[in-house]
């Protein structure tokens, strides 16, 4: 193998695959990043084995070849290079990889790409569905934090996407909460089918395909275990994980008895002070939505938190409250997870009672709702 390429491309392609190098692994292979020079390209891949991701950059191939080797020492080392022409080579019946830039040279030792797992590839396959990069970046963002952090039901520690003509449905639910998104596919889905993908990797796709202003090409392998995505030259890999999601649509509540329309920064603001005092009380804050006596005056809402130890805190938000008088509570950390995702100016909180799961709508935008399940009050 002998290539030439230009450092900064290299660093940077070797930036973006070392997100999937196993940190922790007695497979020496998966420390690894494979270098596999083609004719007239270089790509590079690593895999923990639960994602995989691959970037080609542009080459001035001299003799094609594949070799592995230490990531963390070959991307350390091209980081340190000047932006100038580097070039790779192995000679033939060896494993060592030689980098020369300028006057700087090094040896790293490799392993034979044979040992390197074997990763698939979307290739010429008609992709399952097309998204807008940005537009499923977004979306992850408002679902991927309420998917649960533990394994101890593995399917919620998933997101599901479904796919269904030429619309793509998200949601993530953790026993306490959900989030559903849903977002238009640039052309219809070449069937309707539904998969979970582990949080942590849906994340990583959202956080190096955003980089790209392609359509993101998404395709299920026909036995549905994995996941594959192409962005430009950024290929992704991803396990699915076997099992059945819950009916999410059963669990959002068809009615509400009080609706409270809010200023969703002031009532982020009021969150996250109230917060702080509820850290010492299971982290309970307290929601008061109170009516309007006049047109004059729609109502308020009061964010309260109460600690024995750390003390007391409240806000008086100005509201539209529709319906009686109600209080609920609700996990201060949930509070604020929502209102940091969603975008709208005013959100919106339905309730039936103080101990029935509230929904929160972002005003003017019918593609996101999320559902959380309150707190028994009288902790607070």
């Excluded at 109502?299 to 600690?307: D, I, K, R, T």
């Amino acid at each position: 193998m002998e290539l030439r390429c230009q450092q900064a491309d290299l660093d940077q392609a070797l930036h973006l695959v070392s997100r999937a190098v196993a940190r922790r692994s007695t497979l020496p292979i998966l420390s690894n990043v494979l270098l596999d020079a083609t004719e007239s390209a270089l790509r590079l891949t690593a895999t923990n084995l639960e994602i995989a991701l691959s970037v080609s950059l542009p080459a001035e191939v001299r003799e094609t070849g594949q070799l592995s080797v230490r990531a963390d020492v070959f991307t350390d080392f091209v980081g340190s290079l000047p932006r100038q022409d580097v070039l790779l080579s192995a000679p033939s019946g060896t494993t060592d990889l030689r980098v020369t830039c300028g006057t700087s040279k090094a040896r790293i030792p490799g392993i034979p790409a044979e040992d390197f797992p074997t990763i698939a590839r979307i290739g010429d396959q008609p992709p399952t569905a097309l998204v807008d990069t940005q537009a499923l970046r977004d979306a992850v963002s408002q679902v991927v934090f309420a998917a649960a952090t533990d394994d101890s039901r593995p399917v919620l520690s998933g997101v599901l996407l479904e796919f269904r003509g030429d619309e793509l449905t998200l949601a993530a639910a953790d026993g306490f909460r959900l989030s559903v998104r849903t977002l238009a596919l640039q052309q219809p889905a070449a069937t309707d089918l539904a998969i979970i993908v582990p949080a942590k990797a849906l994340a990583e796709l959202a956080r190096v395909a955003g980089e790209s202003e392609e359509a993101l090409q998404l395709l299920v392998t026909p036995n549905r275990s994995q996941l594959l995505a192409r962005s430009g030259r950024l290929e992704f890999l991803s396990r699915l994980i076997d099992g059945t999601f819950p009916e999410f649509r059963q669990i959002i509540p068809r009615q509400w008895k009080t609706r409270v329309t809010v200023d969703r920064e002031a009532f982020l603001a009021a969150a996250r002070r109230a917060k702080i005092f509820a850290q010492s009380n299971n982290e309970v804050v307290k929601l008061q939505f109170v009516p309007g006596d006049s047109e004059l005056d729609p109502g308020s809402m009061v964010v309260s938190a109460h600690a024995a130890d750390a003390g007391d805190a409240e806000d008086v938000l100005p509201a539209r409250v529709e319906g009686p008088q109600a209080t609920i509570a609700f996990n201060g950390r949930y509070l604020t997870d929502v209102l940091s995702v969603t975008k709208a100016a005013e959100i919106t909180i339905e309730m039936t009672s103080s101990n029935a799961a509230g929904v929160f709508r972002p005003v003017g935008d019918e593609t996101f709702l999320h559902v959380v399940m309150p707190m028994v009050i009288g902790t607070a």
